[in-house]
């Protein structure tokens, strides 16, 4: 059974970071491409940032140079750290995997950026 159960959610404000983890089971996790997404209330939920097996990493324009992708194949888990938050970025935050053409998605966890 696959499992992404993300974590490191919470009030910040503006300016602040955070980091998002997001940990794997039920997937042979170094050949996955995963990634962040993200939905605010009332809009579509997008992409945030992906990073593939090999390390390839791609970003939403919104949030190029101040979010980070990165991964521990040791211990299946994905990061998104996030600095120079704005209050624009107020949303809840999906962890994404897409392996063999099938796709799975966490529960979400939520980051409000607010003073």
């Known amino acids: 059974q696959v499992q992404l159960v993300e974590s490191g959610g919470g009030l910040v404000q503006p300016g602040g970071s955070l980091r998002l983890s997001c940990a794997a089971s039920?997937?042979?996790?170094?050949?996955?491409?995963m990634g962040w997404y993200r939905q605010a209330p009332g809009k579509e939920r997008e992409m945030v940032a992906t990073?593939?097996?090999?390390?390839?990493?791609k970003y939403a324009d919104s949030v190029k140079g101040r979010f980070f992708i990165s991964r521990d194949n040791a211990k299946n888990t994905v990061y998104l750290q996030m600095n120079s938050l704005k209050s624009e970025d107020t949303a809840v935050y999906f962890c994404?995997?897409?392996?063999?053409?099938?796709?799975?998605w966490g529960q979400g966890t939520q980051v409000s950026v607010s003073s």
């Open positions: 990073i593939t097996g090999g390390a390839y990493t």
């Open positions: 994404y995997s897409l392996v063999f053409r099938r796709e799975y």
């Open positions: 039920g997937i042979i996790f170094s050949i996955s491409d």
